[in-house]
């Protein structure tokens, strides 16, 4: 059975940067094949891992609506394009969940994908989901549940605020998360007492902090793959010690 961890956060948190890192994390330690999963209607983990995407399943299920060829079963169709929406790469693949539905009826077309993406999960090792603030698309598309809940917030009580939101949100959707954590990122320094007692009191457990990294800046600015930074980097590190400490607790 595939180990699956969900990313969410709020925007610009880093939490793309983190799951593209974390799909490192994973390759180095040997937990392969990986199954990446963007489900961020702002889709750019790609740009994180340094790969382009032709096809997304958001054009898939407008596809079956008024496109399928032919001769061809919807069924068949949507399977098709889901393989043509994988993009492979040395030990992972990405695919990429892309725009959200449109006007109309997506019922059958999403019943149909969330058949396809459960067997394709059920070939992979570890599957990676990056989902936006909103955590739709695991409750209705890929799973219902997960062994890991990572939620990105920044060092901040709003920040904090956001991410408790995104937790009862997962309570609220009846997923079921096995356990979540809290990573706070772009930390400058030490952690404020006060962005600590609001991660507390708000119920959330810190799974640790990633230090500000200039490097991280860098690549963003240059459009080089935030998954290539160093290994000495310090948000490389810091996630390296949380990615190790977060599976030493499965079992």
């Known amino acids: 059975m595939s180990l ?3 990313m969410a956060g709020k925007g610009g948190t880093g939490k793309t940067t983190i799951a593209g890192l974390l799909i490192r994390f994973l390759l180095k330690r040997g937990m392969k094949p990986i199954l990446a999963v963007d489900a961020d209607a702002n889709a750019n983990l790609n740009e994180v891992l340094g790969l382009k995407v032709e096809a997304t399943l958001g054009e898939a299920r407008e596809g079956i609506k008024d496109q399928v060829p032919t001769g061809m079963t919807r069924d068949i169709y949507m399977q098709y ?3 043509e929406a994988l993009v492979e790469n040395e030990g992972y693949d ?3 969940m892309g725009r959200p539905e449109g006007a109309g009826c997506y019922c059958h077309a999403n019943t149909l994908l969330s058949q396809y993406m459960e067997r394709l999960c059920g070939n992979y ?3 990676v989901m990056d989902n936006e603030a909103g955590m739709e698309h695991i409750s209705r598309l890929v799973a219902r549940s997960a062994d890991i809940l990572l939620i990105v917030s920044d060092p901040t009580q709003r920040g904090i605020m ?3 939101r995104i937790h009862d949100l997962a309570r609220e959707l009846k997923l079921d998360i096995k356990k979540d954590y809290l990573i706070i990122n772009r930390v400058d320094g030490e952690l404020p007492a006060e962005v600590k007692e609001a991660a507390d009191s708000a119920g959330l ?4 902090c990633v230090p500000e990294d200039e490097l991280v800046s860098r ?3 240059e459009g080089r793959p935030t998954a ?3 290994g000495d980097a310090k948000s490389v590190k810091a996630l390296s010690e949380i990615f190790d400490n977060i599976l030493g607790t499965q079992d």
């Not at 457990?205 to 640790?208: E, L, T």
Request: glycine share 4%; net charge negative.
């Open 4 to 6: 699956t961890i969900a």
């Open 81 to 83: 394009k889901v393989e």
């Open 94 to 96: 990405l695919i990429v």
């Open 125 to 127: 090792q570890v599957v």
């Open 162 to 164: 956001a991410a408790k």
């Open 205 to 208: 457990n810190i799974a640790g």
């Open 219 to 221: 690549y963003d600015t």
């Open 228 to 230: 290539e930074l160093p």
